[in-house]
């Protein structure tokens, strides 16, 4: 005579996992959290030629934060990845490979391939209305006329999104802000950058783990 028993799937991948001794990664459970994984968009132009300039501004506070912290970025699909990992988060920072102008098409991607709601986004970019290295964090806004800022909201078809905008300043003459934009940082900028990078990279953590708001109390005007 023949015998059935029923066993709870949950009971036999249990079975399972104990003779082969697995154990759950970090990295498992935090995958399987989505609000502990956040996508941090640098903006900017690839290129030797852009790599000091104001409009990379973007590219330059995920280079501090890796230089900090020991990542290497990887070339991949639409943009340079590095990983950090950080009080339970999981920081995917992104520098797109696809020109300022088209900045969307690569954060939309990377989204989408590691699941990060909309909410987990931060967007670096400059911005020509701060003195030169102010902070001012939004959870949504219009583009201010920054080509990286419409392309996203263009592709994401929403003005809902975290941006983390940083001062370069309009000292500028009429008719010459792309080449300002374009154009390096002044000597006196250069001095004052590593301590403003020091604190734009403070700034991305918080975000992870305080939180936009708190994070928008805390540094925004500093």
Known sequence: ??????????RIWTFIKHIFNWKSTATETENSDPM????????????????????NIGFKVLDALAEKEGLTFETQKLGDIATYKFKGRTFILLKPSTYMNLSGKAVKYWMTKEKIPQDNLLVITDDLNLPFGSIRLKTKGSDGGHNGL??????????????FRFGISDEFSKGRQVDYVLGEWSDEEIQKLPERLNQSVKVIKSFGTAGVHNTMNTFNGK
Do not use: E, S, W
């Open 36 to 55: 502990k994984k956040f996508l941090v968009a640098g903006l900017g132009n690839v290129g030797d030629k852009y790599v000091n300039t104001r409009h």
């Open 150 to 163: 419409k392309d996203i909201q263009n592709v994401l078809q929403t003005t809902k999104y975290n941006r």
């Open 1 to 10: 005579m023949l015998f059935y028993f029923y066993i709870k799937p949950k």
